[in-house]
C-alpha cells in the first residue's frame, strides 16, 4: 500500500480551511497538524480575530494536534517558513491551502512552498464560488458568522442557503475572499464531536464587525 503524504493544513477555523483540509483528506493525504498565525500578543487569530480556545477545540473535535504562531503581519512569512521547516523535520512534505482564486495569494502559497520544497495543496483553486459553499453545506458542515464588514446583523448567523442567497444581493466574493465576511466551523465531517459555543459580544473594530466567543466546549 501506498504511504500516504504527510501535510500540514493552513487553518484560520473558518469554512475554507476546513472545506479544502476535507478535500485534502479524501484525497488520501494525511493531516498531521493544523497550522494557525496568532495576533502578536497570541490572544486573536491573525485574520478572523477567533480566541485560540476555540481553534483548539476544533483541533480536539478532529483529533489533529494545532500549532499556533503569534505573529505581527511584517513577521508573518518568516515565522510562518521557520514553523513549517519543525514540521518538515517531522516528516511533513505538503501543505494545504484553501484559496479560491486570488493570484496573489496563490503565488505567495507557491513561492513560499517552492522555498521550503514543499507540496502547495490548493483543493478550492479555480472553482465556482457558489459552487464550493454549496459543498460545504452539502457535505454536513455547520458554521456561523463571526465577523464582517457588511452588516452587523450577520453576526451568530447560521451559514446555509438562506445566508448564501443573501450574499448574491451583493457584490463582493460570495466566499468574502476579500475580508467581507469570516465564519467559525462547528461542526462537520472532519469533526468528532460539535462544539457548543456560548457568551458572545458583539465589537466594532476598524470597521469589522466581530462575534466575540468567550466561550464554548465539546457536546
Known sequence: MKEK?????????????????????????????????????????????????LLRLQSEAMEIPIVH?????????????HKVGELKREGVMGGIFGDID????????????TDLEIEPILPLWGLAPEDILLEFIDA?????????????????RKFDRAFIAELKKFEFHLSGESG???????DGPIFKRRIKVSDFEQVYVNGTWFLDIKAGELE
Not at 497570541?42 to 480575530?49: N, Q, S, T, V
Not at 504562531?69 to 517558513?81: D, I, L, Q, R
Open 5 to 53: 503524504k504527510k501535510v500540514f493544513s493552513s487553518w484560520s477555523g473558518g469554512k475554507d480551511s476546513s472545506l479544502a483540509c476535507y478535500k485534502a483528506l479524501g484525497d488520501g493525504f494525511e493531516v498531521r497538524h493544523l497550522l494557525n498565525l496568532l495576533s502578536e500578543d497570541g490572544k486573536r487569530e491573525r485574520a478572523h480575530g477567533t480566541r485560540p480556545f
Open 69 to 81: 504562531v503569534n505573529a505581527s503581519w511584517g513577521e508573518y512569512e518568516s515565522k510562518f517558513k
Open 102 to 113: 486570488l493570484i496573489e495569494h496563490r503565488e505567495w502559497v507557491e513561492r513560499v512552498c
Open 140 to 156: 454536513g458542515f455547520e458554521a456561523i458568522v463571526v465577523a464582517t464588514r457588511i452588516k452587523q446583523e450577520w453576526l451568530g
Open 180 to 186: 467581507e465576511y469570516h465564519t467559525f466551523v462547528i
